[in-house]
């Protein structure tokens, strides 16, 4: 699973957080409801999970619930492996 949270969280430096700093972003940074993820990048972040992953998600995993934060987007593409 670490290399799963690895793989997400570079994901989302090179494509939201260009020039960030990478040590900003932990498991307590929430990604919809503080912002970094809009409805379009949640969706590019899903192509990519979903095309890195083999795996496929529902509409109602797109949400809060399963996306706000890097430790709720491991859980779900874990459950789907």
Request: net charge negative; proline share 5%.
């Amino acid at each position: 699973m670490e290399h799963i949270k690895s793989t997400i969280k570079d994901y989302i430096l090179n494509e939201f957080l260009p020039g960030e700093d990478p040590a900003e972003l932990t498991d307590a940074t929430t990604l919809i409801s503080g912002g970094i993820l809009d409805s379009l990048a949640t969706l590019k972040l899903v192509t990519f999970l979903e095309e890195k992953y083999s795996v496929e998600f529902q509409p109602h995993e797109l949400g809060l619930e399963y996306m706000d934060t890097i430790p709720d987007i491991v859980k779900l593409v874990s459950s789907k492996m």
